[in-house]
């Protein structure tokens, strides 16, 4: 893959994983082009104010709930990464019509668009919510995913391609409990939901460099999952908030006590490799061989927080909160 011949396009570019995105692509992979496209003027304005002003950087004011304007910006786009989303479980449990036209219906039209402007490879971001969703957030990004699997099935002949990346917690994001317990640790005090509560975790530059290996490697119709590592939510507060209290307040609505990647049933359709895990689609768009050096699971298999094998240890959960801070 050339990535200096190649003019890439990410929706949603103004949010922390775009960022990063954008400053390890232009950096490191140095593309032809590079179209931020996002509907706020005010965090794409903040971007070329910290930097990202280079000459191969386009930004592109636009939604994903409107396909005219999708078709435009796509214009001899050969890459979309699809980033753009509603992501805060309470606003979409709130406002359950505006997440399904965002999350849902913006799927729908990057997918038209690339369709109809010939987009070599479009990929788009899920999350470990969307196996066995329990919230309306989860739910909106399941049918995303199998819109992007199914997606491949309308490209007839044409070298257009779809796939979709899915993994855990964002470390430091925002929203996430990382900021939340350095903000209550202040007070002597730190909330939590329920002390059996694991999660898996990555780093922002972690995540973003899956997807750009994930964009190298897919052949359409794949989900990717990366292999992460867990951590339970009491052996996270004991090391950020050693000295503080703990005030146990219940799960939240839409809320797990574990999360899970990939499904039992899932697992029938998997196979792993080193460093990731690929759910193939039911009816493949490719040769049988592109696949037959990964490993099939075992009968049975669960990829889940609580019964993963990597469980970070102090020192790996201190270094990735470093790391992860770092990307804020």
Not at 21 to 46: A, G, M
Request: charged share 25%; with cysteine; proline share 4%.
């Amino acid at each position: 893959m050339n990535w200096s011949e190649s003019s890439v396009l990410l929706t949603g570019g103004t949010g922390s994983f775009g960022k990063k995105f954008t400053e390890i692509l232009l950096s490191e992979y140095k593309p032809k082009k590079l179209t931020i496209l996002s509907r706020d003027e005010l965090k794409q304005h903040e971007m070329r104010t910290r930097g990202f002003d280079q000459s191969n950087l386009r930004y592109f004011i636009g939604d994903v709930r409107d396909v005219d304007r999708l078709r435009r910006a796509f214009m001899d786009v050969d890459i979309v990464v699809h980033a753009a989303a509603m992501k805060q479980v309470p606003a979409c449990e709130y406002n359950p019509i505006e997440a399904i036209a965002t999350n849902i219906d913006g799927a729908r039209n990057v997918i038209d668009a690339a369709i109809d402007l010939g987009v070599s490879k479009t990929l788009a971001l899920s999350t470990d919510k969307a196996t066995a969703p329990l919230n309306l957030y989860g739910a909106t990004k399941l049918v995303a995913e199998k819109l992007f699997v199914q997606a491949n099935a309308y490209r007839g002949g044409r070298d257009i391609r779809f796939s979709a990346v899915r993994y855990g917690n964002v470390v430091g994001s925002r929203g996430s409990v990382v900021p939340l317990f350095r903000e209550q640790r202040e007070s002597g005090t730190i909330t939590i939901t329920d002390e059996r509560m694991t999660r898996f975790w990555i780093t922002l530059e972690q995540g973003v460099r899956f997807v750009i290996s994930c964009l190298e490697q897919m052949q359409g119709g794949e989900v990717f999952v990366p292999k992460l590592p867990s951590v339970n939510i009491m052996e996270l507060a004991r090391m950020m908030a050693p000295e503080c209290t703990h005030e146990i307040i219940g799960i939240r609505p839409g809320e797990k006590v574990h999360e899970c990647l990939i499904s039992t049933d899932e697992a029938r359709q998997t196979i792993m490799y080193e460093d990731r895990y690929v759910i193939l689609p039911t009816h493949p768009w490719w040769g049988s061989s592109d696949y037959s050096d990964g490993e099939p699971l075992p009968e049975g298999f669960t990829y889940a927080s609580d019964l993963n094998d990597m469980q970070l240890t102090e020192n790996e959960l201190r270094e990735m909160i470093d790391d992860g801070s770092a990307g804020d």
